[in-house]
């Protein structure tokens, strides 16, 4: 991670304080000796996305919230150097695209200072441009940086199809780089995205529970290879259960004793490793922005000690927490069921107290999908699932407080 900004951490500081959260602030953001009381804002790091060339903040804005009633906050945002936003049509209720959208078209000299991204829930080339044009007429923008597939997990939507309609949205100028988002099956998916040789960028879920995997180390260095940029998201590890142990406990207390919180250190841990270009994070209010900036700031690197409480604290909570496998207990049931959006969706109601989302999310199934829910037989799924999940009863927890 880049250091060229760490010299301007005072002003950072005096903000942080004059907002009441100076406490989110790591020791190594403290302020610096004799720095000039007129030094510019901070601005967080920049890495190279990919083989694109491109610098991207290491640190993005996760675009899931109404963006229209946080215009400030996305000012200050810019200011401090978060320059990749992230959005989609569904973020926010239906909000987000068009918030960014009013911020565009109240400051238009800033839009290329933002690297854009955002998604296309349709994935036949007709329902592409019909998704890009509305997207782009949304958020006043005359191109996106970087389109995604949203939410992917089977690689054969990378199809010749798919990758002639970007070939042709590229050179129309409504997109500069084009790649997809997933949340299951991310190995394979990276992998059979490095051996195609027109993927972009990916954003994937990524964190201190699965990150040192042998299969996602591969996945990551094979990308890597490619130069496909990656961008991590839903760092925080959090899963459909609800967590509080001796672990948790345990791992928030060293890391407050060494100055920051165990939250700060998940996106920390992510950070270390150079081959994910950008971490992308949910930031709805100036609290959390400021003290993700903070972690993104810090220059202590975790501990081996630090990395091995937090796997220690990974296994501990495993059997609550769906790491994405879907080709694994999916097929078991004969794809009867989406289980991995099942737990993702009760991971935001239990983990995120996002109860709404959760029930907009679940919604979303078919009805018919919903209705047979409490009947499906998940015996096979829990066999062969690796983190001991007890599916069936998630599910029918699922149904009672999301149906």
């Not at 990758?163 to 500069?176: C, E, H, L, P, S």
């Not at 900036?293 to 220690?312: F, P, S, V, Y």
């Amino acid at each position: 991670m880049s250091e060229k900004n760490g010299c301007s951490r005072r002003n950072f500081f005096k903000i942080a304080t004059a907002l009441g959260a100076g406490s989110l602030l790591p020791s190594g953001a403290a302020l610096a000796e004799g720095e000039a009381e007129n030094s510019n804002p901070v601005k967080v790091p920049t890495r190279t996305f990919g083989k694109t060339g491109v610098k991207v903040s290491c640190l993005a804005l996760g675009g899931m919230f109404d963006t229209a009633t946080n215009q400030l906050l996305l000012k200050q945002a810019l200011r401090w150097g978060v320059t990749y936003w992230d959005t989609a049509p569904s973020y926010g209720n239906g909000n987000s695209e068009t918030g960014f959208g009013d911020f565009f078209k109240k400051y238009p000299e800033t839009r290329k200072e933002v690297f854009f991204v955002t998604k296309s829930e349709k994935f036949d080339p007709e329902g592409l441009s019909k998704s890009l044009d509305e997207s782009l007429q949304r958020t006043n923008a005359k191109y996106f940086d970087l389109f995604f597939l949203h939410g992917i997990k089977d690689p054969g939507l990378l199809n010749e199809q798919t990758r002639d309609w970007a070939k042709n949205a590229k050179a129309q100028g409504k997109i500069k780089l084009f790649g997809f988002s997933t949340h299951a099956n991310m190995e394979d998916m990276l992998l059979a995205a490095s051996k195609l040789g027109w993927i972009d960028g990916i954003m994937l879920r990524y964190d201190f529970r699965i990150m040192g995997t042998d299969k996602m180390r591969s996945a990551v260095d094979a990308c890597n290879k490619a130069g496909i940029g990656l961008t991590a998201m839903k760092t925080q590890g959090k899963g459909a259960v609800a967590v509080d142990s001796q672990a948790e406990l345990e791992l928030s207390s060293r890391f407050i004793k060494r100055g920051f919180t165990d939250a700060q250190a998940k996106l920390m841990a992510v950070w270390q490793e150079p081959k994910i270009s950008a971490l992308c994070s949910e930031m709805p209010n100036m609290t959390i922005l400021m003290s993700n900036i903070a972690a993104a700031l810090e220059r202590t690197k975790l501990t081996a000690g630090d990395l091995r409480l937090m796997d220690a604290f990974a296994r501990e909570s495993s059997p609550g927490y769906c790491p994405g496998c879907t080709s694994v207990c999916e097929t078991a049931i004969g794809h009867s069921a989406p289980v991995g959006d099942i737990m993702r969706f009760l991971m935001y109601f239990n983990s995120y107290g996002e109860a709404d989302r959760a029930r907009r999310c679940f919604a979303q199934i078919p009805q018919e999908t919903r209705d047979r829910l409490e009947t499906i037989d998940f015996s096979a799924a829990e066999r062969l699932c690796p983190q001991k999940i007890e599916i069936a009863k998630l599910v029918r927890q699922a149904v009672k407080t999301l149906g």
